[in-house]
């Protein structure tokens, strides 16, 4: 059974850091070939792509307002993406999924996620 | 605002069709990308509803449909159940911004 379980969210205060983890089970074997992101979701809104990695880790991307703060990372030896996430303001609040990317270029899309974790910055 | 266009709420009784619209642009939806969309139950992680347009992931009932046209695209629902209400969000790539978007979601009320 594929599954995407994330850990290390929590109540950090402003200008603080998080590290995130989301931990791949049911495809350890391939997991380095897919792109794998970091969706967010602050209370009562929407969702938001903040950031993806290729598979080899080649290609990264992130969204304008967590660009120089956060950083995206993956060990595929341990099955594993991170979001070390500093410089944490009020309005990064929200609860962070890990979410498997598969499509072809420009056609991505979100096929496994993760329950979340919370992140919650407040003084 | 999203540059992807969603009614922020619909609603129907069971038993009868609801559709949710997601307009774009050209830079979007009208370049041709594909558009995705999501289920959200309270409380729960998104999960995928619809990939490629029109395409049902195994074990999505064939109650949901999507389908593209222009620059919008649209998800039907069709012999609603109360286990269909949920937040829905439409997805894709705009090349203006080169990012991967997401719709403001549409809240489905089951009567």
């Known amino acids: 059974q594929v599954q995407l379980v994330e850990s290390g969210g929590g109540l950090v205060k402003p200008g603080g850091s998080l590290r995130l983890s989301c931990a791949a089970s049911?495809?350890?074997?391939?997991?380095?070939?897919?792109?794998m992101s970091w969706i967010r979701q602050a209370p009562g809104k929407g969702l938001e792509c903040i950031s993806y990695?290729?598979?080899?880790?080649?290609?990264?991307y992130y969204t304008d307002s967590v660009k120089g703060r956060f950083t995206i990372s993956r060990d595929n030896a341990k099955n594993s993406l991170y979001l070390q996430m500093n410089s944490l303001r009020a309005d990064d609040t929200a609860v962070y999924y890990c979410?498997?990317?598969?499509?072809?270029?420009?056609?991505?899309?979100?096929?496994?996620w993760g329950r979340g974790a919370t992140v919650t910055v407040s003084s | 605002q999203s540059v992807l266009t969603q009614p922020p709420s619909v609603s129907g009784a069971p038993g009868q069709r609801v559709s949710i619209s997601c307009t774009g642009s050209?830079?979007?939806?009208?370049?041709?990308?594909?558009v995705h969309w999501y289920q959200q139950l309270p409380g729960t992680a998104p999960k995928l509803l619809i990939y490629?347009?029109?395409n049902r992931p195994s074990g999505v009932p064939d109650r949901f449909s999507g389908s593209k046209s222009g620059t919008s695209a649209s998800l039907a629902i069709t012999g609603l159940q109360a286990e269909d209400e949920a937040d829905y969000y439409c997805?894709?790539?705009?090349?203006?911004?080169?990012?991967?978007?997401f719709g403001g979601g549409t809240k489905l009320t089951v009567l």
């Open positions: 049911g495809f350890t074997f391939t997991f380095g070939d897919y792109y």
């Open positions: 979410a498997r990317v598969t499509g072809s270029f420009y056609h991505y899309y979100f096929d496994v």
């Open positions: 490629g347009n029109s």
């Open positions: 050209i830079s979007n939806i009208g370049a041709d990308y594909d």
């Open positions: 990695i290729r598979g080899g880790g080649s290609t990264i």
């Open positions: 997805q894709s790539y705009d090349s203006s911004l080169s990012a991967v978007l």
